[in-house]
């Protein structure tokens, strides 16, 4: 049996039916589209029809921009320290730090951690230029070299609406974050040029079986990852793994 993707297109299905019908004759249209159906276990092409349009009305999760992940990181800082960017700055302005490090010392110090502290430091020293590019421009180079792995980007982009409808896709400078209203819970690196990795935040989940190691999939934070080689790897599995980290994490 088929597997009718998360983002479908009815336009594609019909294509799909009108090929089995010219390689079936003299089997007619509408048969070729119930068996169409029936291969995706729908029993009639009204209702195959009827998923599809369900599906495609589900929002696509969000792709934030830089501005928008630092609009998102400043209202976080306001909400844990009861100080806004521009109060930070001015605690900031009038003392010294030789480099990132100090600073990081010190605002941990202050109860500032996270993306709140990431953002005062970039404040103080700079926007790194992967937070200034556009989402697309910062994915489409992780994939230059390697254009055969993006379905398996989009497959999972195009799963998320299944899994929660406040997901935030956070495009980095070499990989993708997964973020809910409280972190980052998994991540999507295209590691090797066979190979993209879902890191997952997990607790008490050790590597095993397909579970590998998370530590070096995007910044350290993720307790496992899971390699895909297509599409097709990410299966009910995979997709139950990515709903459990988000549930752990919301």
Known sequence: ????????????????????????KPLTLAAAQLALAHDYG??????????VERRRSIPRPEVRTWQGMRDWSAELLEKRTGRNVEAWNQLIGRRRFPNQSAMRTWLTA????????????????GYPDFMTAGA?????????DRAHLRPILDATLAALPGITQVAVVQA???YVSLVSKR???AVIQATTKKR???GLRLRDQRPGARLKSGKSVGNGSMTVSLPLSSPTDLDDEALGWLKRAYDENA
């Open 136 to 144: 697309n421009d910062l994915i489409g180079r992780q994939y230059a």
């Open 183 to 185: 972190r980052t819970f």
């Open 42 to 51: 729908f029993p009639s092409w009204a209702r195959l029809r009827t998923e």
């Open 110 to 125: 202050e109860g500032v951690t996270g993306y709140g502290q990431m953002l005062l430091v970039w404040e103080r020293f």
């Open 172 to 174: 980095r400078k070499t």
């Open 1 to 24: 049996m088929r597997r009718l993707p998360q983002r479908p297109d009815i336009d594609q299905l019909r294509r799909q039916a009108r090929e089995l019908q010219r390689r079936s």
């Open 196 to 198: 993209v990795d879902l």
